[in-house]
């Protein structure tokens, strides 16, 4: 179940896990028992991976703006390997 926060106008914000059913219900306050509204924030983003967090950063730009290539990402290599073996130079050609 999601952790939600909420405010309560006595004592403060404080988070409480609950059913995504019952996040839009008001939470009652755990010191004072006052009706509390949910509080929306910033997502933890801060609690990610480095590797994870450029990669959703390159992933969300290319979804805008994708990268024009000259050639297929990851082909390196020459269409026609070059050989050093002397049978092959009596291959037959196209
Ligand atoms: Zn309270």
């Excluded at 926060?5 to 609950?18: I, L, M």
């Excluded at 509204?37 to 990610?48: T, Y």
């Excluded at 730009?61 to 092959?88: E, K, Q």
């Amino acid at each position: 179940m999601p952790t939600y926060a909420h405010r309560c106008p006595v004592c403060g914000e404080f988070d409480q896990v609950r059913p995504m059913a019952e996040s839009d219900l008001a939470a009652r306050c755990p010191d004072c028992g006052s009706p509390s509204a949910r509080v929306f924030g910033a997502p933890a983003l801060a609690a990610l991976d480095p590797g994870m967090r450029r990669a959703l950063d390159v992933s969300g730009a290319s979804a805008d703006a994708p990268g024009v290539v000259g050639s297929v990402p990851g082909r390196h290599r020459r269409a026609n390997p070059v050989t050093t073996d002397p049978r092959h130079a009596r291959l037959p050609r196209p």
